[in-house]
């Protein structure tokens, strides 16, 4: 297994005071006074309705959107433009149609310089993370003869091969049958524990955010701010019908709905 030393990387600080986008109609500010660390090998999972800025922030995280008014820092370092110490998976997988299994791996290397990675290390490593998500025997196939389920293995077997210190993930399962949802969650969490990649996910799913999560960070929407940080602290694997697993899920879904301004949870209730 490759030795990524996770262990001591992969701290987020984010500290966003304002970010907005100018259109027809106006200014939408999407978000405001975004103040949250992520811990080295912790799983966060931000919920909250169409329009809080879950995205958005998930996007300034990455590097993605880089008009804003704040910092984000990784192990203390302020983040410009997107890097490998950074891998995302989003809703669709985008993979490249007229590249395998193999290769659409491999293009997670790109921009890599060479004297950072053999060739032989470069081939290890494609192989490891193929491995890691299952589909070693499919390691010649092209997308088109995957399933939905598969073909997110792949995006998050070439997010991870670049070794980031942070995988971001955005509602990368919200396509995909409620089964092979289910089963993809399963997936994410056995790679995630076998790795000790700081994770971050945005999903709109509450019981999935349940299932998944050290944390969940509420979202208010527009302007989207932090309405709560809540642990879970259930053990793995959780059971999704176990009393305090619905608890937490039914407090989750009257925070999300409750009148602004007002907050049901208290952190050390859970």
Not at 108 to 120: M, N, V
Not at 151 to 163: D, F, I, N
Request: overall charge positive.
């Amino acid at each position: 297994m490759v030795n990524n030393g996770f262990a001591q990387r992969g701290t987020v600080n984010i500290e966003i005071a304002r970010k907005a986008f100018s259109g027809s109609k106006g200014t939408l500010l999407a978000l405001k006074d975004i103040v949250l660390t992520i811990n080295p090998g912790e799983f966060v999972c931000i919920v909250g309705g169409s329009g809080c800025g879950k995205t958005t922030l998930l996007r300034i995280i990455a590097g993605l959107e880089t008009e804003y008014e704040g910092a984000v820092f990784l192990d203390g370092k302020k983040l410009i433009g997107t890097g490998l110490d950074r891998g995302v998976v989003f809703q669709e997988h985008r993979l490249l149609s007229w590249l395998t299994v193999h290769d659409n791996v491999a293009f997670g290397l790109a921009g890599l310089p060479p004297q950072e990675r053999s060739r032989k290390e470069r081939s290890r490593d494609i192989r490891h993370y193929i491995n890691l998500v299952g589909l070693d025997r499919f390691e010649y196939e092209y997308p088109h003869q995957l399933s939905g389920g598969m073909s997110q293995r792949v995006a998050v077997a070439r997010a991870l091969v670049g070794r980031p210190e942070v995988l971001l993930l955005d509602e990368p399962f919200a396509s995909l049958d409620a089964l092979t949802r289910m089963r993809m969650q399963q997936e994410i969490l056995r790679i995630w524990e076998a790795e000790r990649t700081t994770v971050v996910l945005v999903t709109h799913d509450i019981e999935e955010a349940v299932y998944l999560a050290d944390r969940v960070v509420i979202m208010s929407p527009q302007p989207g701010t932090i309405r709560n940080i809540l642990p879970v602290r259930l053990l793995r694997p959780r059971d999704r019908t176990d009393r305090e697993f619905v608890r937490i899920r039914k407090s989750i879904h009257d925070e999300l709905f409750a009148p602004r301004g007002m907050t049901h949870l208290a952190a050390d209730s859970f």
